[in-house]
């Protein structure tokens, strides 16, 4: 193989791969709010405690970090949540129901959503077994919520998720407003409501992040966040678009954090027509208002 043949096989692939995803994520481009709405804010918590660090044979001093978030963190952040008044949407693995039930019957009582996170935050390739961990995920959250679980944060397959009931993910940075994702085969539609790592706040405070190596670690300054962080939302809100933060309670359950979370949401409230809905709110909004339609190939 020449090297020309390798560049324009690689090239040809690239393009295949970019139509693709192309036709997979569908825009709403009538995409509209409910009236008096600017902006919607979607806040977001990965409540996975420990898990992940367990998964990835993280030392003990990850995991400890990782059991902080269900012990102290979840309930800080829960509170101050509700002294502002703001409903959370809760991702969260089928097994921290085993680990913290607690925090959960808390999260509920408050009206705080409750949707899928995988039941280890892991998705097994088996089909039989990825069917059998979402199953069981689902069944351990609706015990709690009381209510069908219709959200997820994960990789699931998407006929697999519609199957279970659940009608968003919200699992891709594709674009910067709520959009509809199909399959490889273009089918099954699930509403994708995206976030960005740039809203996330593991990319800010966690030293160690996914054994990344430390030289590329840093904890940052929770002011000098808290800029980014309104710089980003006040941008979206000039163009009447959507924010999605990204929350881990073992990271902005950190006292300094929580306070920066609340200034940051008392200053969000000053703008006029700033709409704070669980994402399951948000989803039932756009699939009454703006169904997904088949677009013509």
């Not at 390798?6 to 040809?12: C, F, L, M, Y």
């Not at 806040?43 to 003990?60: K, S, Y």
């Amino acid at each position: 193989m020449t090297i020309q043949t390798s560049i324009t096989e690689r090239h040809d692939a690239l393009l295949k791969a970019a139509t693709l995803h192309q036709h997979r994520r569908q825009p709403i481009t009538d995409f509209t709010y409910p009236e008096g709405v600017k902006i919607a804010v979607n806040f977001t918590l990965d409540f996975d405690a420990m898990l992940l660090r367990r998964l990835l044979n993280e030392p003990w001093g990850q995991r400890a970090k990782g059991e902080f978030g269900g012990r102290v963190g979840i309930w800080r952040i829960l509170d101050m949540f509700d002294a502002q008044g703001v409903k959370v949407t809760l991702f969260t693995p089928g097994r921290i129901c085993e680990l913290y039930p607690e925090a959960l019957k808390r999260a509920v009582a408050a009206g705080h959503e409750l949707a899928d996170h995988m039941w280890q935050h892991e998705v097994p390739e088996d089909p039989a077994i990825e069917d059998a961990h979402l199953t069981r995920a689902i069944a351990a959250l609706e015990g709690f919520a009381g209510t069908p679980i219709i959200g997820t944060r994960s990789s699931h397959t998407p006929r697999l998720l519609r199957e279970k009931g659940i009608v968003y993910n919200s699992f891709t940075s594709a674009d910067y407003l709520p959009f509809y994702e199909l399959d490889a085969a273009g089918e099954n539609p699930i509403l994708q409501l995206p976030f960005h790592y740039a809203l996330d706040d593991a990319m800010y405070f966690s030293f160690g992040w996914l054994d990344t190596p430390n030289d590329a670690q840093r904890i940052m300054d929770v002011d000098e966040v808290f800029e980014i962080w309104w710089a980003a939302f006040e941008q979206q809100y000039r163009r009447g678009g959507y924010a999605n933060f990204l929350l881990h309670p073992f990271v902005s359950g950190r006292a300094m954090r929580v306070d920066m979370l609340e200034r940051l949401i008392r200053r969000m409230k000053t703008l006029p027509d700033v709409w704070f809905p669980t994402c399951a709110e948000l989803a039932r909004h756009i699939l009454t208002n703006h169904p997904y339609q088949k677009a013509p190939r």
